[in-house]
């Protein structure tokens, strides 16, 4: 089985990166291949498995994502930095044992482009105004709902919904369910205009399209990048095709993630 470290660039990260070098050029089973890898790791955060995820994005029906942590537990990542010894036993006793998770498909018209950018996100995708206020009209399944006027929208899958999402006080969607979430940020609300002002959760089979007002400059983003800022004539969002898999040799519960992450290990354990 071909196998691909992918490191951030801090230290405690490039020594979990060495020892993994140093097993799997060992091993009998497996074999580094950074081209054309049936298993990509990710060494370091939730922020390095993004980026991972962004590197390998061309291929990600044929591989599957293994997440090592060097700090906490988090979200795409199930390892911790010590247990590079268990993880590469289980590689090597891999049978295909895969979970996946839904993705963000988003496409993009702009106003001075007849073509159209289509993106993939696995957290989120943003629009936003940086200065003023940014103005759009919201089309749900092709009908029109509102007319939004704030700093921005977010846009993220299940598990986006922990990250930027929960931030601008979106729900916490178990990532078993194939959904997006539609989240505000900062939309403005007076006897003249008018938002729906909470969350909005759609099913697989439904999409949404943000129409920016003409002339304005918002920005345009997918997780950690900034996709960009030319003018936007509009942006259509909805579940992709496509999925990412996780290769998983253990299962953690979503909510225990959860808890652990944002509330710590209470007492209840
Ligand atoms: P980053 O520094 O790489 O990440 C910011 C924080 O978000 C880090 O603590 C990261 O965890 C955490 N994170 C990433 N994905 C997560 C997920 N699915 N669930 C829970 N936490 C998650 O920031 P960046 O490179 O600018 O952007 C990467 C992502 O960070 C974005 O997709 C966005 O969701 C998130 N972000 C959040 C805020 C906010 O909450 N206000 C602001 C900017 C960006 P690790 O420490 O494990 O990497």
């Not at 890898?37 to 390095?48: F, K, L, N």
């Not at 988090?74 to 247990?83: A, K, M, N, V």
């Not at 759609?202 to 999409?207: H, N, Q, R, Y």
Request: charged share 20%; glycine share 8%; proline share 4%.
């Amino acid at each position: 089985m071909r196998i691909a470290i992918f490191s951030n660039k801090g230290e405690a990260s490039r020594k979990v990166a060495d020892a993994l070098n140093k097993l799997i050029t060992k091993s009998p089973s497996l074999l580094l291949d950074g081209l054309n890898p049936d298993i990509v790791i990710s060494v370091g955060g939730d922020g390095t498995l993004l980026s991972a995820f962004h590197h390998y994005i061309d291929r990600l029906e044929d591989i599957r994502f293994v997440g090592i942590h060097t700090g906490h537990l988090g979200f795409y990542t199930d390892w911790r930095d010590y247990e590079v010894n268990e993880l590469v036993k289980s590689l090597e006793h891999d049978d295909g044992q895969s979970v996946s998770y839904p993705l963000l498909d988003v496409q993009v018209a702009y106003q001075d482009d007849e073509i159209t950018d289509t993106i993939l996100a696995l957290n989120e995708s943003t629009i936003k105004r940086p200065t003023n206020t940014m103005q759009a009209d919201i089309y749900i399944k092709g009908e029109f709902f509102e007319s939004f006027r704030g700093d921005g929208l977010c846009i993220s899958t299940p598990t986006g919904s922990t990250a930027y999402n929960k931030s601008v006080g979106g729900a916490i969607i178990n990532p078993q369910f194939d959904a997006i979430q539609v989240t505000e940020i900062a939309s403005i609300n007076n006897r003249v205009f008018r938002t729906i002002g909470s969350p909005l959760i759609l099913p697989a089979d439904e999409w949404i399209r943000i129409v920016p007002e003409a002339g304005d400059t918002d920005v345009l983003t997918c997780d950690q990048l900034t996709v960009s800022d030319r003018p936007i004539k509009s942006i259509s969002y909805r579940i992709s095709q496509q999925r990412i898999s996780f290769a998983q040799y253990r299962h953690t519960q979503f909510w225990k993630r959860v808890s652990g992450s944002f509330i710590g290990q209470g007492n209840h354990d």
